[in-house]
Every structure is written in C-alpha cells, then in structure tokens.
C-alpha cells in the first residue's frame, strides 16, 4: 500500500497539459500543479517540517488551498485542516490540542485563527517559492496521514488521528464509486477543511479538474453546474437552498451526473424532489471522520428507485460493515450498531487510547450509528446509540422521529430529543423548521403518529424558521434543547 499522495502523479505525462484547477481567473495545469506542489513541500521540509509533524491549514477554498493541502502531504507531514468558519476560539483550541508544527492560512481566515505559534501566511509563501527537490514519498500504512476534528454533534470535537491506510481506502472507493475520467470537473463548493477534501485526489489522478468556490454563491453554483460541472458535492442543507432559487430543470444541466450529498440525513420527500429539479443524478455518501467519507455509498441509479432512498446504500469493496447486537454479536444482516473493519477504519483518537479501545470491538469500529441492513445488503440508519430516548418504556432513537417528521411536505429539517419527565421518564419533543405559511403542529404530529405510532409521536412541537447549526453546519441536539430549554437542570443522562 502506497501513500495517497501518489495518485498526484498517475498518469502525468498525459494528463500535463490538461487544465487541474480553476480559480476565477487563474488556471493550474496538472503540468504546472505537480512542480508547484513539489517546490512547496521542498520548502516546508527547508523550514523544518519532519515526516509526522502536524501542518494546520485554515483558508476558504482557493487554488492555493489545493496546493497547500497538497504540499503537506507530499512532505510527508500531519494535514491537520482549521475551518474559519470555527471562529478563533475554537481553532485556537484544535491548534493547542494538536501542536502544530506550523499553521498555512490565507489572508481573509487571520481573524479565524486564534492562538497560533507558528502562522504562515498562503500568499506570502507561494509567491515566492525557491526552487528545490521535494523529500522521498514515504509508503508506511500506519503513519498518520491526517489529524481531523469532529463535528462536536454530540460532544466535545474530538481530535482523530487518520493513517495512510485509512486515506487510501476512501480514495480507492471514491475511484470505484465515480469512476472517475480525464473529462470530470469537480465542483469544489463545500469547504475543503471537510469532506469536499476528499474529492482532490481521485479526481486529479484520473486527469480531471476542480473548480474551486469560495463562498457558496448560488448563482455561481447554477452557472457552474450548467457550464461545465460532472460532480459537486453537497451538504443537503446547500441542496435545499439552491432548489428555492430561480426555475432550472434537468436539461439545463447536460454534463452533471453525480449530485452527491452527505455528511446529514436527507428526507426522502426532499430527495425526490432534488430528482425531479437536477434530474436522476443524485447520490449519497455515508461515512465519519473515523471511517472517513466511504463506509457505503447510493448511486444515482438506486437513488432514483423511491423505495430505495432510506437507505444509505451497500459497504465498498473492501470495507466491512456489521450490525453489532447489546449481546455482543457482529451480524451482517438485522439491527444493531454499526461497525466498519478494513483499512478505512483505521484511525485512533488523539492522546486518548482508552476513548479509542472504548470505540472498538473485536476489531470493528463501532460507529455509534444504530442500523438496519436488509437482505438485499443496503443499510438504513435509524439513530445513534448514545442518543437513545427510553420514554414510557418503549426505546426511541430520535433519527426514526425525525424521518418521519422530514416526510411531512411542510417540514424542512427535524431534531428530535429527550427531557426528564415524572410520568414519561423522558419526555419526547421535537424542533421543527417549517413552512412558515405551515403552522398546524396538530396536523403533523397527526402525520407521525400515523407513520410510526404514539411512542414516536413528539408530545410536543417547537415551530422554528430553522434550527441553529454549530460552525461546521450540523444540527447539535443538546444546542436545540438548551436553546429551548435553558434551565440547566434539565440535561439529560448521556448513556454509554
């Protein structure tokens, strides 16, 4: 097994006079990307940077961000992404938590920094690079390849350190998944500190090309899509924003053909309806940073079959996925939590092995996602484990209620959660972001009672224009409640 880095350079002579990255005005070469990249880790090892050393970078998405990325893996150091949406305070904190060596940052992310004892600027740097030869590729399986923090949704961030292994893995199934060619353009929208990230390499060794976004500009986006674009990925909140922008249909888009959305659940009314405006080139991903981006995949095809969009599709080659039951049994068929094996499961939590034992099982990755495959091997989550909602007796997984919430036409997003309750023991309600010509709570908890029964019925709505969102565009479910209900007295237990 090799360092992913290599895939920079597959195929280069024939892919070097093709266009790599398109920046506005500015177009890389794979020609002239390649030599950049390498004059860019030859410098970061004339600085200092050892193999292994932790390397941030914190900028909006730009072809020196592509380079920059490219460059501390070919260095063969730590990529270790900041996203300035985060804010100072918290990226000072991932700075201190994962001792940075040193920290690449555009000159619009400064005031996202926060503590920062080694800061480079991106435009200073790559203006005036020497010339010099790059350091050996290092090939080592279980050296670190990537240090990223979570997402917080139930939680502290918590830092997890990826190997090459583990990078090599999403990359040869996102190859699979795409079958990627020389004619591909990847639409770069979703921040490149996070799962966009992902799409860099697979698509630069097939020969193909990104064109980078800073700001997610709808109208840029529609431009985009309908110029040039084959692939773009998409958090779902971003698919159901550019829907409520102006007419377009699906001839308007002759090139696209993967709309990939991932990292949140989507409705299935919502995927419908992103079939009908994009047309049958929606895909889904599903994937955490522990098992990053691959752990199974939908294609358009089966996504376009509406008896098939709960699930979140098949495990990729490669990457086995079971059902881990309370007792302790790993099924390949049922209901249970989720584990992952393979290479893509190899990663471990920063300075905290017991959290990283606790998070194992025989060797499985226990995802913390409840699950369901069917006999036809296609997974369905219905909720996560340390999320479980015990009221009246009955256990409640609150992504089961917010399906069938995001089933009603006048839902756009749901989040369920649990209070403590003298009758009920918990007591399930929902936040609810509507219509805001919708305003009949009645009639939808009528809608879920009917789908999923009285247990799962909320005994109460909270009607909202949207739910807040933490710095990285997840739905906290203890932020929900505490923005509901301050009073600290009323946290619930988190069980193991």
Request: include cysteine.
């Amino acid at each position: 097994m090799t360092h992913p880095i290599r895939a920079l350079y597959e195929n280069a002579a024939a892919k070097a006079g093709r266009s790599a990255v398109f920046d506005g005005d500015t177009v890389l070469t794979h020609g002239e990307l390649i030599p950049l990249v390498e004059r860019a880790a030859a410098d970061l090892t004339a600085r200092g940077i050892q193999p292994g050393d932790r390397v941030g970078l914190c900028a909006a998405n730009s072809w020196r961000h592509v380079v920059a990325y490219l460059a501390i893996l070919r260095a063969n150091a730590v990529w270790t992404p900041l996203n300035p949406r985060n804010g100072a305070g918290l990226n000072g904190d991932f700075q201190r938590r994962a001792s940075l060596a040193l920290t690449l940052h555009d000159v619009g992310s400064v005031g996202a920094l926060g503590s920062t004892a080694r800061p480079l600027p991106l435009e200073a740097w790559l203006d005036s690079l020497p010339d010099a030869a790059p350091p050996a590729i290092l090939d080592d399986p279980a050296a670190p390849f990537a240090l990223k923090f979570t997402g917080g949704s139930t939680g502290v961030p918590k830092g997890v350190v990826q190997s090459q292994a583990s990078g090599a893995a999403a990359l040869r199934s996102l190859q699979g998944f795409y079958d990627f060619t020389a004619d591909d353009v990847n639409l770069a929208v979703a921040p490149l500190t996070h799962g966009s990230s992902h799409y860099i390499l697979p698509v630069l060794a097939a020969g193909g090309s990104h064109v980078l976004l800073a700001t997610p500009d709808r109208a840029a986006i529609l431009d985009e899509l309908k110029r040039r674009t084959t692939v773009v990925f998409m958090p779902p909140t971003l698919i159901a924003l550019m829907m409520g922008e102006t007419d377009f249909r699906p001839e308007d888009f002759p090139r696209l053909r993967h709309l990939t959305y991932s990292a949140a659940p989507m409705s299935p009314g919502r995927i419908a309806q992103a079939v009908c405006r994009f047309g049958p080139v929606l895909s889904a991903l599903y994937g955490q940073t522990e098992a990053p981006m691959a752990i199974t995949g939908q294609n358009p095809a089966d996504m376009a079959d509406p008896d098939l969009r709960g699930s979140v599709g098949r495990p990729f080659p490669g990457t086995p996925v079971g059902l881990l039951t309370r007792e302790g049994q790993v099924l390949s068929r049922g209901e249970g939590e989720v584990v992952v094996g393979g290479d893509l499961a190899r990663t471990e939590y920063l300075d905290a092995p017991e959290l990283t034992a606790a998070t194992r099982h025989d060797g499985w990755l226990k995802t913390g996602d409840i699950g369901r495959i069917g006999p036809d091997g296609r997974l369905t989550l219905i909720g996560r484990s340390k999320e479980l909602i015990i009221t009246g007796g009955y256990n409640v997984y609150p992504g089961e209620v917010e399906a069938a919430l995001n089933a009603h036409p006048a839902v756009r997003e749901a989040c369920a959660f649990g209070l403590p309750d003298d009758v009920w023991g918990e007591r399930l309600e929902a936040a609810v972001a509507v219509d805001a010509r919708f305003v009949d709570d009645a009639a939808i908890r009528a809608f879920v009672r009917e789908a999923i029964g009285p247990v799962r019925t909320p005994k109460r709505l909270h009607l909202m224009p949207a739910l807040p969102r933490n710095p990285v565009g997840k739905v906290v479910r203890g932020e929900v409640r505490s923005l509901l209900y301050p009073d600290a007295n009323l946290a619930v237990e988190v069980r193991p």
